[in-house]
């Protein structure tokens, strides 16, 4: 539950990044362009409708902001979760990490405000950057573009491993929210390695699990096969209504869970990987391979 309500503030780690760069390039101008015919169309500035889609914004607002409100205290009440179980492997109390989530509601607002707003900061600079430097015909400019994707996404790695960081300061050890991103900032530069290592790792795992969700969907088209063919032998075409609608039904589901299972496990590793660094301290799995010291 805490999963599923979290993800909606987007995931921890480097995959949240990519995902935005990537819906930013594949934004299209003309659907912002249409806009306005749509307003029109719809008729927002005539009187009489005016009253009732002033009363359908302020009801969406509101369902927004509590869907907010969830998703914040969920977080919170995950980390909780995982940190509780670090020190303690046993079932979670959830009456009690939820409490603890909503006790850390205001810094993890403005952490997750302030982690969006760098996100799409970045996401902007490299794409202006990239898009400059694209159209280039020179061989100098295509490792000046390399060199703004590599710096890119650096500082994306720096900017999600230090919000998570300092969301573990923030439940784990009840910092505001400066004190937080500051203790933040010295943990990642203490294990810069060992952040990158799990970063890599967990972009590859979610890389396999949308493979194997994308895999899985065709296993989804079997009740539509099966009521098509109904559908043919009898010669109602309601069969087919009802076997696509239980295939939307099936595949969000599975969609759903599968995204709140993967970030309660995402969660899960970072906080694990918080808590060793910040109580034992932790080498990085590179320099034990080379038998070098960190």
């Known amino acids: 539950i805490f999963g599923l309500l979290a993800v909606l503030l987007g995931q921890f780690g480097l995959s949240n990044f990519v995902g935005q760069l990537w819906l930013a390039s594949s934004a299209s101008g003309p659907a912002v362009s249409s806009w306005p015919t749509f307003v029109s169309s719809m008729g927002l500035f005539h009187t009489a409708t005016m009253f009732w889609w002033l009363w359908l914004g302020c009801i969406l607002v509101l369902l927004a902001l509590l869907f907010l409100v969830a998703a914040v205290v969920a977080q919170g009440a995950l980390i909780s979760s995982s940190t509780a179980w670090f020190k303690h492997p046993r079932p979670v109390d959830v009456a009690k ?18 982690r969006k707003v760098a996100a799409v900061f970045v996401v902007v600079v490299v794409g202006y950057a990239a898009a400059y430097f694209s159209v280039q015909s020179s061989s100098h400019y295509s490792w ?37 991103i500051g203790k933040g900032m010295a943990l990642f530069n203490n294990h810069v390695l060992v952040s990158l290592e ?9 890389v396999v699990v949308i493979l194997t969700l994308f895999a899985s969907l065709l296993w989804f088209l079997v009740p539509t096969f099966i009521f098509s063919l109904l559908a043919g032998f009898t010669g109602i075409s309601f069969f087919i209504t009802i076997g696509m ?14 995204g709140a299972w993967y970030n309660v496990f995402a969660t899960g590793a970072w906080m694990y990987f918080f808590m060793k660094m910040h109580h034992e301290g932790l080498e990085s799995r590179l320099l034990h391979w080379f038998g070098l010291k960190r």
Do not use: K
């Not at 799990?198 to 979610?206: P, Q, R």
């Not at 609608?245 to 599968?258: A, D, M």
């Open 97 to 114: 990490a939820w409490n603890r989530g909503a006790r850390r509601f205001w810094p993890l607002l403005w952490l997750n405000v302030a």
């Open 144 to 180: 000046i573009l390399i060199l703004i994707f590599a710096a890119g996404l650096f500082l994306a790695l720096w900017l999600s491993v230090v919000s998570i960081y300092a969301a573990g300061y923030i439940v784990e050890g009840e910092e505001n929210f400066l004190g937080a």
């Open 198 to 206: 799990l970063s890599v790792l967990l972009f590859i795992i979610n």
């Open 245 to 258: 609608t239980l295939y939307l039904t099936l595949l969000i589901l599975f969609c759903v869970l599968v």
